[in-house]
């Protein structure tokens, strides 16, 4: 496709289940993104990826979160043992690569986790 | 750790007026600033990409202005319409995104 496709739009689950959420960014994008968006509460960013560099984890909130991305191109974003503070949308985006001139950060539509 | 404030937070205006939103931020070591669109349940829309090294960008109604030695930049709406009626963002780059907290803006018809 030709933007960033992020699956499922929407997800309920029960607190102490596993989730796992899907980022397709544009081809050819090095970077991804991952960043969460809470009710009434600015993003935040949880973990960055650039090429086969090593993944700056720095923002994610717990153990509970973690993000692998394959052959450089899909990521997944595991939450284990899902809290209902885990509620919130979460948002992937890619760029054609980080820190440059063509720098621009394309967003897919988001995930939006429900934790009952 | 960049700060960046968005100032309103919260804009009104009647239809034709035009819309002048304001983003601080606090380390001037950025690579661009983003400003970016999300209209309600929606994901983040790029408008305008001002790299550091510029001091403006056009798209449109749209204009973006980047003062880095002032840790300022500003959107400038032409001739607003009901349209426009979403909230902006502006996000530092300095290899990953510093977001302020958006001003929300209403277009009155």
């Known amino acids: 496709g030709a933007g960033v496709s992020q699956s499922p739009s929407n997800k309920v689950t029960e607190k102490g289940k596993d989730v796992e959420l899907r980022c397709d960014p544009i081809s050819g994008h090095t970077a991804l993104y991952w960043y969460r968006q809470s009710l009434g509460q600015g993003l935040e960013f949880l973990i960055y990826?650039?090429?086969?560099?090593?993944?700056?984890k720095s923002g994610l909130p717990s153990d509970r979160f973690s993000a692998e991305r394959t052959g450089g191109s899909v990521s997944t974003l595991t939450i284990q043992r899902t809290q209902q503070e885990d509620s919130a949308v979460y948002l992937c985006?890619?760029?054609?690569?980080?820190?440059?001139?063509?720098?621009?950060?394309?967003f897919g539509e988001g995930s939006r986790l429900t934790v009952l | 750790k960049q700060e960046v404030t968005q100032i309103p937070a919260a804009l009104s205006v009647p239809e034709g007026e035009n819309l002048v939103l304001n983003c601080s931020f606090t380390d001037s070591a950025i690579y661009n600033l983003q400003w970016f669109r999300q209209d309600p349940g929606k994901g983040l829309t790029s408008l305008l990409l001002?790299?550091?090294?510029?001091r403006e960008q056009t798209s449109g109604r749209l204009n973006a202005s980047l003062d880095k030695s002032s840790g300022r930049s500003t959107l400038y709406i032409a001739a607003s319409q009901p349209g426009d009626s979403a909230t902006y963002l502006c996000?530092?780059?300095?290899?990953?995104?510093?977001f302020g907290a958006g001003t929300t803006v209403t277009v009155r018809a």
């Open positions: 001002i790299q550091s090294s510029q």
């Open positions: 996000a530092t780059n300095d290899y990953k995104l510093s």
């Open positions: 990826f650039q090429g086969n560099s090593a993944p700056d």
């Open positions: 985006a890619s760029s054609l690569e980080q820190g440059s001139t063509t720098g621009e950060l394309f």
